[in-house]
C-alpha cells in the first residue's frame, strides 16, 4: 500500500471511535440477512427438537452434545490468535450451522425425499453430503461475497468453516442423542446403553467429523481471497466443496457395512485426514508470523509505524509480555491500550500483505487510513519491556 494511500486524516480521532470506519452497506446487508435467516431457521428446528422428545431426554441430549462443543472452539481460536476474527461473525457461523445449515438440509432431503424417492443408503451417502456442505458452505460463500475484508487466507476460511461444523454437529447430535434414547433410531429398543453408544461414536470418537468436512470449504475459500486469478477465484471454492462432499460421502457410507467398514475408514482415511488438515492449519498460523513480519517491515520503511514495534506484535511470546508489561504499569486500562494497539498494528501487517499481493479490499486506503490513525494515536502513550515510560 503506497505511503500516500494510507496518509492519516488530519485530526486523529480516538481509539475504538465508531467514526473512524464506517460500516459498510455489504457489511450491514451481510449481518442483516444471516441473521434474518438465523431466525428463520431456528423456528422449524427448534420445533424439531421439542418433538425429538420429552423434557428430561431433551435436556440430557442437549448437555451430552455440548460437551465437546467447548473444546472444539477452543482449538479453532487457538489457531486464530494471531489475527481474531470479530466474534460476532465467528457466532454468526455457529448458529448458521446450527439452525440454518441444518434447516436447510433437512427440507432439501425431505424434499427430495418426496419427490424423487432414494433409498436410505443412497440418502446417507449421497443427498445428505451433498445437501450439508451446500447448506454450511453457503455462509463462507456469504462472507467472501460481502464480508471478504474479514478473509485473510486459508486459516481465516478454516475458522469460519470450523464454526460452522461445530453449530451443525451440536444440533444435529442432539436429535441423534435423543433418538437413541427414545428408540426412535431403528437401532434398537434405546434406553442408557444405546444413548451411550450413540454418545461414544458421535460425540467422542468422530466430534470433529462436521467440522472436518467444512473444511476443504474453508480452504477453498481462503484460496480464493488470496489469489489474483479469477478462474482459481471461482473453482477454489467449488473443488472444496467437492473435496468436502466426498469425505462426507466417504464418512457416511462407510457406516452401511457395519462398525467394522466405518472403523476401517477412520484409521485408513479420517484419521490421517484430520491430521494432515491440522498440521495445515498449524503451518498457515505459523506462516501468518513470517507474513506479517514482511508486511510489517515494509510498511515500517513507508514511515507508517516503528520498526522496532514489530517483534513486540509478531512473537506471540512477546505480545503476552508486553501486555503483561503495560498491567503493571499502568493496569487493566494500560494493558487495554496495549492491545488496542497491538490490533491495529496486526491489522495494517494483513491490510498491508494483501495490498503486496495485488489482492487488497475494495476499502483498503480507508481501512489503511484508520489503522494507521490508531497506531498514531496511541503509540506516544505506551511503552514496550524495556522502553522509557511515557509521561503523560
Not at 326 to 352: K, N, P
Amino acid at each position: 500500500m503506497p505511503g500516500d494511500a494510507v496518509r492519516p486524516p488530519r485530526r486523529l480521532l480516538p481509539i475504538g471511535s465508531a467514526a473512524m470506519v464506517p460500516a459498510r452497506r455489504d457489511n450491514v446487508v451481510f449481518t442483516a440477512v444471516v441473521t434474518g435467516l438465523v431466525v428463520l431457521g431456528a423456528l422449524p428446528i427448534l420445533l424439531v427438537v421439542a418433538l425429538s422428545g420429552g423434557p428430561g431426554t431433551l435436556v440430557l441430549a442437549t448437555a451430552l452434545a455440548a460437551l465437546p462443543v467447548g473444546p472444539l472452539v477452543a482449538c479453532y481460536l487457538w489457531l486464530d490468535r494471531y489475527e481474531p476474527e470479530p466474534r460476532s461473525l465467528l457466532l454468526l457461523g455457529l448458529l448458521w450451522g446450527g439452525f440454518v445449515a441444518t434447516a436447510a438440509a433437512l427440507l432439501v432431503q425431505g424434499l427430495g425425499g418426496f419427490f424423487v424417492g432414494v433409498t436410505e443408503a443412497a440418502s446417507l451417502a449421497v443427498v445428505a453430503p451433498v445437501t450439508e456442505e451446500l447448506s454450511k458452505g453457503a455462509f463462507l460463500v456469504l462472507l467472501l461475497w460481502w464480508r471478504r475484508a474479514e478473509l485473510d487466507g486459508v486459516l481465516d476460511g478454516i475458522v469460519y468453516a470450523g464454526m460452522v461444523g461445530i453449530g451443525f454437529a451440536f444440533v444435529e447430535n442432539i436429535l441423534y442423542l435423543a433418538a437413541a434414547y427414545n428408540g426412535t433410531d431403528g437401532m434398537g429398543p434405546g434406553g442408557t446403553e444405546a444413548l451411550t453408544a450413540t454418545f461414544v461414536v458421535r460425540c467422542l470418537f468422530s466430534p470433529f467429523a462436521h467440522p472436518f468436512f467444512t473444511t476443504f470449504i474453508g480452504i477453498g475459500v481462503g484460496l480464493a481471497v488470496g489469489s489474483r486469478s479469477p478462474a482459481v477465484r471461482v473453482l477454489a471454492p467449488l473443488a472444496g466443496y467437492v473435496l468436502a462432499v466426498l469425505a462426507h460421502g466417504l464418512w457416511n457410507g462407510s457406516t452401511i457395512y457395519g462398525m467394522g467398514s466405518f472403523v476401517a475408514v477412520y484409521v485408513v482415511l479420517m484419521f490421517p485426514a484430520l491430521v494432515g488438515l491440522f498440521a495445515i492449519a498449524v503451518w498457515a498460523r505459523r506462516s501468518e508470523r513470517l507474513m506479517l513480519a514482511a508486511a510489517l517491515g515494509d510498511a515500517a520503511r513507508q514511515g507508517l509505524l516503528p520498526a522496532t514495534d514489530i517483534g513486540w506484535v509478531v512473537d506471540l511470546g512477546a505480545r503476552r509480555r508486553a501486555r503483561a508489561h503495560a498491567r503493571q504499569l499502568g493496569g487493566a486500562a494500560g494493558e487495554r491500550t496495549m492491545r488496542d494497539y497491538q490490533q491495529a498494528v496486526i491489522e495494517l501487517g494483513f491490510l498491508h500483505h494483501r495490498y503486496l499481493r495485488g489482492t487488497p479490499p475494495p476499502d483498503f486506503a480507508l481501512r489503511g487510513q484508520h489503522y494507521v490513525a490508531r497506531i498514531r494515536a496511541v503509540r506516544p502513550s505506551i511503552a514496550f519491556p524495556g522502553q522509557v515510560v511515557p509521561t503523560r
